[in-house]
């Protein structure tokens, strides 16, 4: 099939133009890089020629709640709209566990607008709802770091490899619509605060972790189950101290 990825230049999007290219497909990169603007509408139309299946893993360059929201929003339109006219029969859209667990969060709110649009749209869809990345963990605890402190929440937590995640997007990807949401999570599953004092840990850094019930999740208070999957998700099988090894 050809298999047009939205953000195909990015850290997921990359690996997964590659997986589907290993497995036969015609996977092929639309970013701004390679002249694809879903913002913009730019060639949008070209690169949608032929293609059977558009997997969208873009992400918006700010995460601030106006900007946040206006990216997805105006993309997922524009993309919508093409694929309509392009006659696509499978829409993949990346999102994230918990976002209806925590719609107060500006971010998880934009995924959900997306979300709507897409189960709105007449296009056969799949929604793969992954938790957090090995890959942005050290900018979570940065985030949630005051002083020599890192103040994280005890609730559950269950990363998993971005390698774990494109490969959970491109079964999804060659698979039959599911006109739903699939959840994909790590092998482990862990307290946040044990998780991050393993972890600095490891990286030899001397920030201390604090368990705080009150502490926030990029703006926002995580509840015990907000940031893992249910019990019938699809898990990946990279462990976080194989990766980080």
Do not use: C
């Not at 601030?64 to 694929?83: G, P």
């Not at 993949?92 to 566990?97: E, I, K, M, Q």
Request: charge should be negative; proline fraction near 4%; aromatic fraction near 6%.
């Amino acid at each position: 099939m050809k298999v047009v990825v939205i953000g195909g230049t990015g850290l997921i999007g990359s690996k997964l133009v590659a997986k589907l290219g290993e497995h036969g497909h015609e996977a092929v990169a639309a970013a701004p890089q390679t002249g694809v603007n879903t913002l913009t509408g730019e060639g949008l139309a070209e690169v949608l020629t032929g293609a059977q299946v558009v997997v969208d893993v873009s992400n918006s360059p700010s995460f601030e709640r106006a900007a946040v929201m206006e990216f997805f929003e105006t993309s997922t339109r524009n993309l919508l709209a093409a694929e309509a006219k392009a006659g696509v029969g499978h829409h993949v859209a990346l999102s994230v566990v918990g976002t209806e667990r925590m719609p107060e969060n500006g971010y998880f709110a934009a995924k959900i607008a997306q979300e709507q649009l897409i189960e709105k749209s007449g296009i056969p869809f799949s929604l793969v709802h992954a938790t957090q990345f090995f890959e942005f963990v050290r900018g979570i605890a940065d985030d949630a770091t005051d002083g020599g402190t890192v103040r994280i929440a005890p609730v559950l937590f269950q990363p998993m490899a971005g390698e774990d995640v494109a490969e959970a997007v491109g079964r999804v990807a060659a698979g039959e619509p599911l006109n739903g949401r699939v959840e994909v999570g790590g092998p482990e599953r862990s307290r946040m605060d044990e998780f991050f004092r393993d972890a600095l840990a490891a990286w030899g850094d001397s920030r201390t972790v604090v368990a705080d019930p009150q502490a926030t999740y990029f703006g926002s208070v995580p509840g015990e189950r907000t940031l893992v999957p249910g019990d019938d998700a699809r898990l990946g099988t990279i462990r976080y101290r194989d990766w980080l090894a």
